[in-house]
């Protein structure tokens, strides 16, 4: 029987703090951006190969998870999306 602590129930939580600490653990990890709304396309295209994954920060059971195609796919939904303060996750 395991049981987690409160600590790591936290960083399973937070995508971007478990990003972080697997990486300094050197796990590899797929290329990663920290994005905020509006999504700048530009930036997407030049960092990145698609398809592309946006993930909320703060989710579970993979909600708040998206998988985009192209850049024709994501501008969709970029107009869809209102601007907000939430922070989200790119990744290859």
Do not use: C, H
């Given at each position: 029987?395991?049981?987690?602590?409160?600590?790591?129930?936290?960083?399973?939580?937070d995508k971007l703090a478990t990003i972080l600490?697997?990486?300094?653990?050197?796990?590899?990890?797929?290329?990663?951006?920290?994005?905020?709304?509006?999504?700048?396309l530009d930036v997407i295209d030049r960092e990145f190969t698609f398809p592309v994954i946006?993930?909320?920060?703060?989710?579970?059971?993979?909600?708040?998870?998206?998988?985009?195609?192209?850049?024709?796919?994501?501008?969709?939904?970029?107009?869809?999306?209102?601007?907000?303060?939430?922070?989200?996750?790119?990744?290859?």
């Amino acid at each position: 029987f395991v049981l987690n602590t409160a600590d790591a129930i936290e960083l399973a939580k937070d995508k971007l703090a478990t990003i972080l600490a697997l990486a300094s653990n050197n796990v590899p990890m797929p290329k990663t951006l920290l994005g905020k709304y509006p999504l700048d396309l530009d930036v997407i295209d030049r960092e990145f190969t698609f398809p592309v994954i946006l993930k909320k920060i703060v989710s579970s059971m993979g909600k708040g998870v998206l998988l985009f195609r192209d850049r024709a796919q994501l501008a969709e939904v970029r107009d869809l999306v209102p601007p907000s303060s939430t922070n989200f996750i790119i990744q290859e």
